[in-house]
């Protein structure tokens, strides 16, 4: 069997610090998951 890390993954170099922003045409895009219409259950 071959061991395999799930983790092992890249990451864009524009999102390696926390935080980051998105390009304008990206956040465009995600807004709809960006946006919080309620609120959780705690």
């Known amino acids: 069997m071959k061991t395999i890390n799930p983790f ?3 990451v864009e170099e524009s999102v390696e610090d926390f935080p980051f922003t998105y390009k304008p045409d990206l956040k ?3 807004l709809p998951y960006l946006e919080i219409t309620e609120d959780g259950p705690f």
């Open 28 to 30: 465009k895009e995600l």
């Open 8 to 10: 092992d993954f890249f």
